[in-house]
Nanobody, 124 residues
Framework: EVQLVESGGGLVQAGGSLRLSCAASGFRFDDYAIGWFRQAPGKEREGVSCISNVDGSTYYADSVQGRFTISTDKSKNAVYLQMNNLKPEDAAVYYC?????????????????WGQGTAVTVSS
């Protein structure tokens, strides 16, 4: 059974940092891209970052470029999202998802299985 479990969300002050984790199981982790998405209340889901476990390529949304860093640990089947200098507009539920392909995308249609999400709140 394919499973993705996010953790690491919480409440942080603006300018602070959080590290999100995505624990994956039930599929060949090394063969796929993993993405992070977020959805704030009343807004559409937004692609945040992606990493390919095949070639290590990474992609970031313009809104997080330079502040967020995605990484993977193949020994643990886990993907991380280090979020620094958080802003109130970063507040959302963050989801990780398995790409349908090995290459990266920030479009949700390119992703299949999704985790349950972890909430990030940023106070100003």
């Amino acid at each position: 059974e394919v499973q993705l479990v996010e953790s690491g969300g919480g409440l942080v002050q603006a300018g602070g940092s959080l590290r999100l984790s995505c624990a994956a199981s039930g599929f060949r982790f090394d063969d796929y891209a993993i993405g992070w998405f977020r959805q704030a209340p009343g807004k559409e889901r937004e692609g945040v970052s992606c990493i390919s476990n095949v070639d290590g390529s990474t992609y970031y949304a313009d809104s997080v470029q330079g502040r967020f860093t995605i990484s993977t640990d193949k020994s643990k089947n886990a993907v991380y999202l280090q979020m620094n200098n958080l802003k109130p507009e970063d507040a959302a539920v963050y989801y990780c998802a398995i790409g349908r392909y090995h290459y990266c995308s920030l479009y949700s249609d390119a992703f299949g299985s999704w985790g349950q999400g972890t909430a990030v709140t940023v106070s100003s």
